[in-house]
């Protein structure tokens, strides 16, 4: 657990939060958590995390491969190429 959590803070930046929750039941349980830059929230995957930075930053990373929209995220981007390709 421990290596892996050391592992992830190399990797990652310093959005990164890590904290050792109170012992639990005789066990020093550690926990790392992804915190987003820009508010208070944190989040339990660094992906999840991402995708509500975009709502910050409205980063629109998903560009319809039909015409020139983009998107935050790739789900809404999917659904909108549905009224291309008339697929529901
Ligand atoms: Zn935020
Ligand atoms: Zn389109």
């Known amino acids: 657990m421990k290596v ?3 592992g ?17 039941e005789g ?3 550690e926990f790392i958590f992804f915190k987003c830059p820009f508010c208070d929230m944190t989040f339990a ?5 991402n995708d509500h930075e975009l709502t ?3 980063v629109k990373n998903y560009k319809c491969q039909f015409c020139d929209m983009t998107f935050t995220k790739q789900q809404t981007k999917q659904k ?5 390709t008339g697929h529901q």
């Open 4 to 6: 892996i959590a050391d």
């Open 8 to 24: 992830l803070l190399e990797t990652l930046t310093s959005a990164v939060v890590r904290f050792k929750k109170a012992e639990i």
């Open 27 to 29: 066990r020093d349980l």
């Open 45 to 49: 995957r660094s992906d999840t995390r």
């Open 56 to 58: 910050h930053t409205g």
């Open 80 to 84: 909108h190429e549905l009224t291309h």
